[in-house]
């Protein structure tokens, strides 16, 4: 309930024309004192701001152990790298090239009279076209990777081979190629 006072007052106001007294009445109303001051409703405010901010930090806090409490139950995830897989590496097989032909090599070029020396290079040519089939055709002999040259009937023979033994096999079979007068036989034995 609120209070209302009445107050009253004289006041004597003068006038050019003369003086007059004026009766001045003032009403003032007096709020019930009974209920709660601004202060005290700003402060339940802010406790029940506070209380509310208390009770979403808790909520938060469990949440999150709940969380790590599930994580620790998971078992932990295996992490699989899958790399390519390993070749086997390339394998290089070489082989001796095969036998080319040697040049002939004509020193004394035939006279104008066509004469010995030009049936000597026709017979040169045929040896060495003879030698180079036999060192090819026969297994044995073609894997040495031996050359030969003729010149003037006979036969230089060079290459290495593994034993006198082959040494021996390779200068008999050009020695039996017809045309041929003589071997240089200067094959190099190198046992591996």
Not at 60 to 75: E, W
Not at 132 to 149: F, H, N
Request: charged share 15%; no cysteine.
């Amino acid at each position: 309930m609120a209070e209302h006072e009445a107050e009253r007052r004289r006041v004597v106001v003068e006038t050019p024309t003369g003086r007059q007294e004026v009766e001045h009445t003032e009403a003032a109303h007096y709020p019930d004192r009974s209920g709660a001051s601004g202060a005290v409703l700003a402060a339940v405010a802010v406790a029940v701001i506070a209380l509310a901010a208390i009770a979403i930090l808790f909520l938060m806090d469990r949440q999150q152990d709940q969380n790590a409490n599930l994580a620790a139950q998971q078992p932990p995830q295996t992490t699989i790298v899958q790399q390519p897989a390993q070749q086997p590496p390339n394998v290089v097989v070489q082989q001796p090239a095969p036998m080319q032909p040697a040049p002939v090599i004509v020193n004394n070029p035939p006279t104008a009279g066509g004469g010995a020396s030009g049936a000597s290079a026709n017979d040169d040519a045929a040896a060495q076209a003879a030698i180079d089939k036999k060192l090819s055709s026969e297994p044995a002999l073609s894997s040495l990777g031996i050359t030969a040259l003729v010149m003037n009937g006979k036969a230089t023979l060079m290459g290495t081979v593994h034993s006198e033994a082959e040494k021996a096999r390779v200068e008999r079979a050009v020695r039996a190629v017809r045309g041929v007068r003589s071997v240089d036989n200067q094959i190099s034995v190198s046992p591996s």
